[in-house]
């Protein structure tokens, strides 16, 4: 990459989102593209969503931050036709759904042939919900994520802020980068997708649904209940606040049993099992870790922790993160002035490529600020080609080397597996990936998911030869993902200086836990792991309670992946254009949290002490909740953004008296007496269905769903009616259900949704058809231990 261009340099993006889906059009800015924020004179709706401060709407300012601003008025024919001549010279267009003010994406798609015109929504163009309004709240409950946070005998819990709207917008990002990287292949052919910010945000909120579908099909039952962190992530309190303290591996066990003084009760081997642990947890080892823990403070038990090889992270506050040493160390925030005297530490960006920070440089733009300079400066029309291409998958004929573990890395190359890329799972039985054997077998529901739709090269990449045919096979490959321990990769001789001196046009993705450099670079763990010091641990809580409630989901995992797909994927698009050659693209895994989440910690920043947890209650409107509806664990998610909503929610209810109040006129007004109404709205809400409930809240324009937990997602009708679930046959588990689509286009064809496989299960066919190796070689090989099969030589 040089100096001064990022590889999409050169496209031109119309954004015209409103309140959701804002952060797809930011993220091809953060990478190079020009984006122009397209609002009516009034300005977007977007532009009040909470939170506010000193009038500057944050959650607008993050993600537009580096846009500029063109206002046109839709209703005249005037600026109707400013448009089309603005899409004439652009590359994408991102709408709020079916349309753009008076036009019809399809008629906009149509007239402009080159044009990617990705139509955003909460819950996609086609099904029963199509039509229906959501909030960031709403969509956690569709997605997926709400229904795993909080405690058992409490509510389910919202994600704060704009979290989930933006996993979905991040997965809508990868979309449009298939459609650009398409667009390549076929001459200039455009084309129109359906994004489901919903379906979206399902194919990143970890693996509950092959999980719990796995077991129905084996006659097991379908548990799904809220469990606070559980076992796996726990938090302990120490003198400032709490950390999360993760003890697997016998190894971490070890450390952490010296840690305690070795006390002669605890050295039975059968405690070097998490399950033989998991018997002594409540009683014995959780009293002992807050004992040892309570003198100390956050910051100084994770670093004594890490320092002993046992992964422990800080559950800091809004406040901490902005001063933390690790992000100041990474230049994570910078300082950017909003408005007249309101300036705000912005989160500084998802990605670092080669080095630089990949994100906004500039305020979000004042209405219309640039309408005047972007118009003059249009230049050349855009051409699609005479004729139009047939469909076919996006991604056909890349190749991509897989060295992913857990579900970050494993992530980014199942979004390639599934739209056509080649992608070879690189592992051994000497070093796999640890999601596969987490359940005492080499296959399970979480890795299938995962690692669905590639082949498996088994290769020990600690031995000469096995590193040389590593070497042999990035020289045929387009992208690389790895998201080992930080330095890994270099130590093994085949980090990104290794394998981009070999192919220069390499586009390599590294994802570590705290990043590649910066004070606590070194620091290990899981992503969930990275919640509690990017604040999610902390901001993802009720209202009335100290200790942090938690949540089971891997939380950034996925995200995290998806992120390092939407980076190399844009490198590879800007390697067609001959932007770029190839580039190095890093993902902080703690950086993807604090990014979702920048708009709070921006607001924290202006106002101090302003942004704490609020459970289900939202800055934006009241009533602003999740309501247990008839049968067991039954809960509906009800929003009401403004008065026109409250009046929605009321005719809902059938117009009771005591909703007629007219003390109750004004979010502010309901937002005082929020217990009194979530009393009143949870008695019309137990004795009906969560689906009835929804029907008549979305009759009158008011954002409600259904709780989706993963074995609704395969039976709710809007799930159902996009075809979400895909049955495969896996072997080692036999029948299950995997994520499917969270979008479809014209000239798209997938998702392909294949078997996972077992380790080296292609290192034969790999190793003739790619490596030049006969079959004596291949004998030779794995008799000496550089190439793996199933089974095992």
Known sequence: MTETSFPLAGLRVVDATRELGQLTSRLLGDLGAEVVKLEPPEGSPGRTVAPVRRGVSLAFAVRNAGKLGVALDLAGDADVARLHELLAHADVL????????????????DAHPHLVVAAVSPFGLTGPYASWAATSAVLSAAG?????????????????????????????????????????????????????LTHAIATCSDWAMPNVMARVYQGMGAAETRNGSGPVYPTFRCRDGYVRLVVLSPRQWQAMRAWLGEPEYLQDPMFDSFVGRFEIATTVLNPLYEELFATMTMDEVSLEAQQRGIVCTPASKPADILVNEHLTSRATFRELALADGVVAKVASGFFELDGRRAGPQTPPPAVGEHTDAVFAALGERRVAPATRPEAAPPLAGLRVMDFGHGGVGVEAGRRYAEYGADVIKIESRTYPDFIRIVLGSEMNPSFCSSSRSKRALGTNAKTPEGRELLFELVQQSDVVIENNSTGTMDKLGIGYDDLSAVNPRIAMASSQLMGSHGAWSWWRGYGPSTQPPGGLLHLWNYADRDDPAGSVSIFPDHVA?????????????????????????????????????????????????????????????????????????????????????WQGLVAALGAPAWAADAALAGVEARRARAAELDAAIGRWTAG??????????????????????????????????????????????????????????????????????????????????????????????????????????
């Open 144 to 196: 997926g994520y709400a229904f795993k946070a909080g405690v058992p005998d409490r509510e389910p819990l919202f994600t704060p802020g704009g979290v989930v709207d933006d996993a979905g917008s991040i997965v809508g990002a990868f979309a449009v980068l298939a459609a650009l990287f398409q667009r390549e292949q076929t001459g200039g052919a455009g084309q129109l997708l359906d994004i489901s």
């Open 94 to 109: 991102v709408t709020p759904g079916a349309s753009l003010g008076p036009l019809d994406a399809r008629e906009l798609a």
């Open 561 to 645: 992946g998806c992120l390092c797909a939407v980076g190399t994927l844009a490198t590879l698009v800007g390697r067609e254009r001959g932007v770029v050659q190839g580039a190095h693209v890093e993902v902080a895994q703690v950086e993807a949290v604090v990014n979702t989440l920048a708009d709070l910690l921006a607001a924290e920043s202006v106002e101090a002490g302003s942004v704490v947890p609020l459970g289900n209650a939202s800055e934006q409107g009241a009533p602003w909740g999740m309501y247990r509806c008839a049968g067991e664990e039954q809960w509906v998610a009800i929003t009401c953004r403004d008065d026109d909503d």
């Open 688 to 793: 009906l269905a969560p689906a009835q409930i929804a029907a008549a809240c979305q009759e009158h324009g008011v954002p409600a769903v259904p709780l989706i937990n993963g074995q609704a997602m395969t039976t709710d009708p809007q799930y159902v009616a996009r075809g979400f679930a895909v049955n495969i046959d896996q072997p080692g588990i036999g029948r299950i259900d995997l994520e499917g689509a969270a979008f479809v286009g014209d000239l798209v064809v997938g998702p392909d949704i294949r078997p996972a496989p077992m380790v080296g299960e292609h290192t034969r066919e790999i190793a003739k058809e790619l490596l030049g190796l006969d079959d004596a070689d291949v004998d030779r090989l794995l008799a000496a231990g550089v190439l793996e099969t199933t089974p095992p030589v």
